[in-house]
């Protein structure tokens, strides 16, 4: 009778926990609640009603971990509980772990993610995947198709560029198709990448980008492919994380080799929590020129960007770099210049497959003389502004029609253009 009488009062003093701790979190106070669960999961993990409160708790406080496994207790207790499978998918989402995400229902992926997030981000700041909440390597690439027309296909001056020459300079015309050519284009591209965890720190990391695009008409001379590829190791330690990789590149115009570039590249990634994140980086490349060597030169450039993922999906991120491309040379300091750029970008997410994005670039590049020819220090302001949007026709597709303006304020007029483009590019991601 004793024993009988107290189960009642346990269960009441049970919830009691229970309704305290979501009291503080409508307060604000979050850690203070989950804290005060933390202290009880040893002795009520199981009971649906403390995981469910404890799962909500962890997440509001930002242990994301500690909730996935809340919420897994649920979901383990309960299969068709559709709420405690929704944010199991939102706490997954969290940490980053996307094939988890993908491994609920439907309905969850849905709910939890309406436009996802992570593929999103890849359209602005491609990185590796992140390791999931279970330490597993994980890798991921996508297949691009894109089709567009571009205004200006060899960033040509405008049709009056000679009348802009400076006073004092040799007469000069531009030859037959220097000038901006316009022409249709369609390209086929491939990126994989990916992360093999060695052990809870340490993972090899790697990826390779391939692209081939053709033109019509006047655009055929600027017919070109390039590859990209790099590898490196990644050390990880709580929400800090370190990449330092080699980088190689080779870029072909018409058929010919125009570049090859080589170098490291360090990365910082501080990352909040599953949706903030810290990216900083130092990059260090050769970059040769096998018919120009002239223009051979290393170039510099460190930065840093904030991107920021709201509850809804719709995302947003800003951020600033400065280098220098130094050529190795002697006496052709005006082939070098000092750069300076700013970046920003918003998507908003319309529905569970639309979205909307735009996003803006400014550069300025300051030359190191005065060109020999035109008797002025070249000085260029680059704006490129794109506005387009994403659709999610069906798991692992993405159609994105874009347009994309380009304008470069040059005190020398043969680098003086505008440029339009404007392209869909269909992608099958896996």
Known sequence: ??????????????????????????????????????????????????????????FAAHQYSRSIMAWERVVAAQPDNAVAQL?????????????????????????????????????????????????????????DVTLGRDSNVNAGPGLNAPALSPPGTPPWTLQPGADGQRASYAALSGNVRGRHVLDARWSLIGAATAEVRGHSNAGKPHDSD??????????RIERHE???????????????????????????????????????FLQVQGLRY???????????????????????????YAGLYAG?????????????????????????AISTQWAAFTHLNYERRNYGAVDPFFGVTRRDRQAHWVLGASWLPAPGWRITPQWALTRNDSTLPITDYDRRVFSVTVRREF
């Not at 669960?37 to 009520?44: H, N, P």
């Not at 390039?226 to 050390?235: C, K, P, R, S």
């Not at 130094?326 to 908003?348: M, S, Y």
């Open 1 to 58: 009778m004793p024993l009988l009488c107290m189960v009642p009062w346990s269960l009441s003093h049970a919830d009691d926990l229970v309704n305290q701790a979501q009291s503080l979190v409508q307060q604000g106070d979050a850690l203070r609640a989950f804290q005060l669960l933390d202290a009880q999961e040893s002795r009520r993990a199981g009971d649906p009603i403390f995981d469910e409160a404890m799962g909500r708790t962890a």
């Open 290 to 316: 096998p018919t120009q060597t002239l223009r051979d030169a290393r170039r510099t450039v460190g930065g840093t960007s904030y991107i920021h993922v709201l509850r809804n999906g719709s995302l947003f």
């Open 87 to 143: 944010e199991l998918a939102r706490a997954l989402h969290a940490v980053g772990d996307r094939k988890a995400v993908l491994a609920l229902s439907e309905q969850a992926r849905a709910r939890a993610i309406p436009v996802d997030a992570a593929l999103s981000i890849d359209q602005f700041l491609v990185s590796y995947d992140r390791m999931g909440h279970e330490g597993r390597s994980t890798w991921k690439g996508y297949v």
């Open 226 to 235: 390039q590859l990209d590829v790099n590898a490196g190791v990644a050390y």
């Open 324 to 348: 220098q491309e130094a050529p190795k040379a002697t006496g052709v300091d005006n082939l070098g210049h000092d750069l300076v750029g700013l970046r920003g970008g918003v998507q908003w």
């Open 242 to 280: 370190w990449m330092l990789s080699a980088q190689g590149a080779t870029y072909r115009l018409d058929g010919d080799t125009l570049r090859n570039i080589g170098g490291v590249l360090g990365e910082w990634i501080y990352r909040i929590d599953g949706f903030r994140q810290w990216d900083t």
